[in-house]
């Protein structure tokens, strides 16, 4: 078993994916860690759209790339799944729930030796006509959920850089 400490520390951002699927157990443990992030009051009101299918993986990506201003670019850098988190609108704490959901799936997928990055722009890409027919597809009703962000995951396709040293001064103390 894995000190989660140490998980935590070397957990880096990938960028860069081998085209290798991630066996479905393995997103089944991520997906799972997900589920037992704690959210406000208990009230459990995230989802988790998993997308392994290439071409909608494909298309959501160059969704979320268009939105970042960059039309033609994969926001998923070829990342074979991505793991969509949306909370339910009216939920007062749906933002903090659906990035603690995020933290939990990030952190797991570290332990299991995967590479993953947490995507921005969740929100937005699934107000897109695109967008809400991916979400219509999976059964999810739009005008119930709404997107916080994704966590692409993969084979990383070559070294996961080392952590740089943490900033000084960022702890406070009242004794």
Known sequence: MQDILEVLKKRRSVRRYKPDPVPETLLEEIVEAGLYAPTGMNRQDTIILKITSPAVVKELGLINGKLMG????????????????????????????????????????ASLCLGSCWIHRGKEQFETEEGKKILKQAGIDSR?????????????????????????GRVFSIR
Do not use: H, Q, W
């Not at 339910?88 to 995020?102: E, I, M, N, Q, R």
């Not at 959920?145 to 000084?168: C, F, H, N, Q, T």
């Open 70 to 109: 960059r039309e033609g670019l994969d926001g998923f850098y070829g990342a074979p799944a991505v793991l969509c988190v949306l909370s339910k609108k009216d939920t007062p704490t749906a933002v903090f729930d659906g990035c603690s959901v995020l933290s939990n799936m990030m952190n797991e997928a």
């Open 144 to 168: 119930e959920y709404m997107g916080v962000d994704s966590l692409i995951v993969g084979y990383p396709d070559g070294e996961i850089p080392e952590a740089g040293p943490r900033k000084e």
